[in-house]
């Protein structure tokens, strides 16, 4: 009872107000990490409660006395050496350390930063799209010819071909699809017969490349962290549409992205009708009767004014139009006879009537026109892929009057390294205000605090290590270590102070005390964590392709915090102690008071 009467409240405490900002990120990371946080802050709740309650009653009932010898076994003997060593070399120890932690900053530049890895699903899609004006059997036979050139990719159970599907618009309304765009579902075989599922989407990649005419995506559905892309907005026309056709071409000489496609290539003929005005007046014609004529003409009156035909249960339309044989030809058009005040006069007579090429759709953005270069990553980093490409000669040397704008995962990317910037500055903040109000000290929560930065080292070689990014499950890892390292410091700083200031020991003698009995707990909980992670960073059980980053996060900052902390927090204790012990000694000098009355004898080795 008495030990969980003296550590359980701090770490507990200290390990809700960690995980509890991360419950309160704002946008789509808010939306991720809400349930992590609030999950984390139960957990540790419900930990508490059983710690104070069901754990002293089950050690009465099964523990049983045993003899206890008073002999350290040699490793702990060595690690007792160890740290009478750094607390007689402080200078060599703080400055060993502080070298391990910068030497691992500077590793940063050399981990990509990413999203959300590319996860195993068992399935993938292949979506194909022709140029406008294509036919509905062209578009299966470039789908077929797709289907022979991945039949013997393996991996591959099934495939299920789509033509014209239909889309739903934002109101939810659906619509006809265009015959022009298709897709394959590629269902995959079991995870144990096959190779990965990046490895598959790289096979298919290079049999697409075979097949001719029309333009292809691969990826799981628009799944998170499997695209690049990079749009650009502008109301220079000309000047968007040539910045995104060498952005599109320069993207392809990168050599690792896959199916480079942009909505400023993709245009189709159209038939242009420039109604002369002084010619209009003449005959008297308007522009909206031409545009009425027109529109009738090709596509049929309104609804509400089409004739219907009356059946039992329904009515339906009768609409009449030009038949899609003449809708190609420019004469058709040109002997259109539009009504004038004299009678109805041809089209040609008025108007220039000629054949062009346009876009297909024009997007908006904030009232701005804007065109999409997509790439599949293909297992890229996004962050490495997206500093690439602002290193282009098309983005750096783009038009004024052409802006670059963060959208899609790029957007939610960035939107995720700030949240959780805030969310761990906030973390530490609460945890810094929870020590000072649970051991009524200022300084103190400086030295549990000093083994945070030596497991963020940690965590940055592992990745490095086992070619990890720095993306969302590293993150929830980063998360995780902040509470596990700041309650073994609190084990140590907490029963350091209980032998100073209830058994009366010096601080060197309180420290000594403090590493030797904590130092077994604290070693029994991090092999426990770390033989918990094991499995997820081997990659066991299932697609570990999110649980692998967070997993070897995890571990290696353990191995390392708890390594150097063991070392380096009875060290920093000294430091902190004795710049306190200095401040009181000057504000008792400036208030009159002795120097003796604030003095510690036996720390004075120890004073800055």
Same mark, same amino acid.
């Given at each position: 009872v008495t030990g969980v009467q003296t550590c359980a409240l701090p770490i507990s405490a200290t390990l809700v107000v960690v995980f509890m900002p991360t419950a309160f990120m704002s946008?789509?990371?808010?939306?991720?990490?809400?349930?992590? *946080?609030?999950?984390?802050?139960?957990?540790?709740?419900?930990? !508490?409660?059983?710690?104070? /309650?069901?754990?002293?009653?089950?050690?009465?009932?099964? !523990?049983?006395?045993?003899?206890?010898?008073?002999?350290?076994?040699?490793?702990?003997?060595?690690?007792?050496?160890?740290?009478?060593?750094?607390?007689?070399?402080?200078?060599?120890?703080? =400055?060993?350390?502080?070298?391990?932690?910068? *030497?691992?900053?500077?590793?940063?530049?050399?981990?990509?930063?990413?999203?959300?890895?590319?996860?195993?699903? =068992?399935?993938?899609?292949?979506? %194909?799209?022709?140029?406008?004006?294509?036919?509905?059997?062209?578009?299966?036979?470039?789908?077929?010819?797709?289907?022979?050139?991945? &039949?013997?990719?393996?991996?591959?159970?099934?495939?299920?071909?789509?033509?014209?599907?239909?889309? #739903?618009?934002?109101?939810? /309304?659906? #619509?006809?699809? @265009?015959?022009?765009? =298709? &897709? !394959?579902?590629?269902?995959?075989? @079991?995870?144990?017969?096959?190779?990965? #599922?990046?490895?598959?989407?790289? !096979? /298919?990649?290079?049999?697409?490349? #075979?097949? &001719?005419? &029309?333009?292809?995506?691969?990826?799981? *559905?628009?799944?998170?962290?499997?695209?690049?892309?990079?749009?650009?907005?502008?109301?220079?026309?000309?000047?968007?549409? $040539?910045?995104?056709?060498?952005? @599109?071409?320069?993207?392809?000489?990168?050599?690792?992205?896959?199916?480079?496609?942009?909505?400023?290539?993709?245009?189709?003929?159209?038939?242009?009708?420039?109604?002369?005005?002084?010619?209009?007046?003449?005959?008297?014609?308007?522009?909206?009767?031409?545009?009425?004529?027109?529109?009738?003409?090709? $596509?049929?009156?309104?609804?509400?004014?089409?004739?219907?035909?009356?059946?039992?249960?329904?009515?339906?339309?009768?609409? %009449?139009?030009?038949?899609?044989?003449?809708?190609?030809?420019?004469?058709?058009?040109?002997?259109?006879?539009?009504?004038?005040?004299? =009678?109805?006069?041809p089209l040609s007579s008025i108007a220039e009537v000629s054949v062009q090429s346009g876009p297909t759709q024009i997007d908006r953005y904030d009232r701005k026109r804007y065109v999409a270069v997509n790439a599949d990553l293909a297992g890229y980093p996004l962050g490495a892929a997206l500093a690439a490409a602002r290193e282009l000669p098309s983005m750096v040397g783009k038009p004024s009057s052409v802006q670059f704008l963060e959208l899609g995962d790029v957007e939610l990317m960035a939107q995720l390294f700030s949240g959780f910037t805030f969310a761990m500055i906030t973390g530490i903040l609460c945890v810094i205000c929870v020590l000072v109000l649970l051991f009524k000290d200022f300084l103190q929560p400086a030295t549990i605090l000093s083994a945070l930065p030596l497991s963020i080292g940690g965590s940055l070689v592992a990745l490095l290590v086992t070619g990890g990014n720095m993306d969302l499950p590293a993150l929830i890892g980063i998360v995780m270590l902040m509470g596990i390292v700041t309650k073994n410091s609190i084990l140590l700083v907490e029963y350091t102070f209980v032998g100073m200031r209830e058994h009366g020991l010096p601080m060197h003698a309180a420290l000594i005390d403090a590493c030797h009995k904590r130092a077994r707990p604290i070693v029994m909980t991090t092999v426990a964590m770390i033989a918990g992670m094991l499995p997820l960073a081997l990659g066991f059980g299932g697609d570990a392709s999110f649980r692998q980053p967070m997993a070897i996060t995890v571990i290696g900052g353990l191995v390392t915090s708890t390594a150097l902390s063991l070392l380096i927090v009875p060290v920093a204790f000294t430091y902190v102690l004795g710049f306190e012990d200095r401040v009181k000694h000057l504000f008792r000098r400036s208030s009159g008071g002795s120097l003796a009355a604030g003095a510690r004898p036996a720390d004075k080795h120890f004073s800055p």
């Open positions: 946008g789509i990371p808010g939306i991720i990490f809400k349930e992590f *946080g609030w999950t984390a802050v139960y957990a540790v709740l419900v930990s !508490l409660l059983v710690a104070r /309650v069901l754990t002293p009653m089950m050690a009465a009932y099964f !523990l049983r006395p045993h003899p206890m010898t008073d002999e350290d076994g040699p490793v702990m003997r060595t690690y007792l050496a160890l740290v009478r060593w750094c607390l007689a070399n402080r200078k060599t120890a703080i =400055g060993t350390t502080a070298a391990f932690f910068f *030497g691992t900053l500077l590793l940063v530049p050399f981990l990509p930063a990413g999203f959300i890895p590319q996860q195993d699903r =068992g399935f993938t899609r292949v979506s %194909v799209e022709l140029p406008p004006g294509s036919t509905v059997e062209g578009t299966l036979a470039v789908a077929e010819n797709v289907r022979r050139a991945i &039949a013997d990719v393996p991996g591959i159970r099934s495939v299920f071909t789509t033509v014209g599907e239909s889309v #739903q618009t934002a109101n939810a /309304v659906p #619509q006809a699809g @265009e015959v022009r765009k =298709g &897709a !394959l579902t590629l269902s995959l075989t @079991e995870r144990g017969t096959r190779p990965k #599922q990046l490895v598959i989407e790289n !096979l /298919v990649r290079k049999r697409l490349e #075979q097949v &001719a005419g &029309a333009r292809f995506s691969l990826g799981g *559905g628009g799944a998170p962290g499997e695209k690049l892309q990079l749009v650009l907005a502008g109301e220079n026309s000309a000047a968007l549409k $040539s910045t995104a056709q060498g952005l @599109e071409r320069e993207l392809r000489g990168l050599g690792y992205l896959g199916n480079i496609v942009s909505t400023a290539s993709l245009e189709r003929p159209e038939i242009v009708i420039r109604p002369d005005a002084e010619l209009m007046a003449e005959r008297g014609v308007t522009t909206a009767v031409v545009g009425s004529t027109v529109r009738i003409a090709t $596509s049929g009156d309104f609804s509400q004014l089409l004739p219907k035909l009356n059946l039992d249960t329904r009515q339906v339309d009768i609409r %009449v139009r030009m038949a899609d044989r003449y809708r190609t030809d420019l004469d058709t058009f040109a002997n259109l006879r539009v009504p004038g005040r004299d =009678g109805p006069v």
